[in-house]
T-cell receptor, first 112, second 112 residues
Framework: QKEVEQDPGPLSVPEGAIVSLNCTYSNSAFQYFMWYRQYSRKGPELLMYTYSSGNKEDGRFTAQVDKSSKYISLFIRDSQPSDSATYLCAMKPGAGRRALTFGSGTRLQVQP | NAGVTQTPKFQVLKTGQSMTLQCAQDMNHEYMSWYRQDPGMGLRLIHY???????DQGEVPNGYNVSRSTTEDFPLRLLSAAPSQTSVYFC???????????FGSGTRLTVV
């Protein structure tokens, strides 16, 4: 079983829809949670960063962490065709120098 | 600033050949890492470094070597290329392992 599970999609939505992207994880030591966006044939870019539980909002993006359920979400409001990309969740324990563990990514397509 | 620069962008190798993938960052980041990305597998950690002179293995280190003689550079060496090493390789850096990573644009490697 992978430490981080993510539905690969593709997820296809119409422009303007609210998008929900999710990851589940098994390691209760994870404390840092991130979302990356990756356009085709490009490197991932950091979108959202959250420490421990709770919500964080940045413009049209909201990240939620529920540590009791080992579940994290990324919501995109008023989705745009430019949001079409693969979204990767990533996380790491709070202690030590261990690197990020990534989900396999969800491909999102926003139809104009 | 250039950020994280990876060279080459594309490479074709024959089985058994060796080569070095270059990675350089100009942000004075202590933490650097190498990932490979394969379809359905997400990003898997190969090696990482928490500072000059310090490296450690990740999830899939076999067949790869690294060294970190300066803060700026973190090359990845393929000792004897195998078709299983056909992948897209990403280098990433961060001020600290608890911060978000800045990724390079990747090296697409094909081993025939």
């Amino acid at each position: 079983q992978k430490e981080v599970e993510q539905d690969p999609g593709p997820l296809s939505v119409p422009e303007g829809a609210i998008v929900s992207l999710n990851c589940t994880y098994s390691n209760s030591a994870f404390q840092y949670f991130m979302w990356y966006r990756q356009y085709s044939r490009k490197g991932p870019e950091l979108l959202m960063y959250t420490y421990s539980s709770g919500n964080k909002e940045d413009g049209r993006f909201t990240a939620q962490v529920d540590k009791s359920s080992k579940y994290i979400s990324l919501f995109i409001r008023d989705s745009q065709p430019s949001d079409s990309a693969t979204y990767l969740c990533a996380m790491k324990p709070g202690a030590g120098r261990r690197a990020l563990t990534f989900g396999s990514g969800t491909r999102l397509q926003v139809q104009p | 600033n250039a950020g994280v620069t990876q060279t080459p962008k594309f490479q074709v190798l024959k089985t058994g050949q060796s080569m070095t993938l270059q990675c350089a960052q100009d942000m004075n980041h202590e933490y650097m890492s190498w990932y490979r990305q394969d379809p359905g597998m997400g990003l898997r950690l190969i090696h990482y470094s928490v500072g000059a002179g310090i490296t450690d293995q990740g999830e899939v280190p076999n067949g790869y070597n690294v060294s970190r003689s300066t803060t700026e550079d973190f090359p990845l060496r393929l000792l004897s290329a195998a078709p299983s090493q056909t992948s897209v390789y990403f280098c990433a850096s961060s001020p600290d392992s608890n911060y978000g990573y800045t990724f390079g644009s990747g090296t697409r490697l094909t081993v025939v």
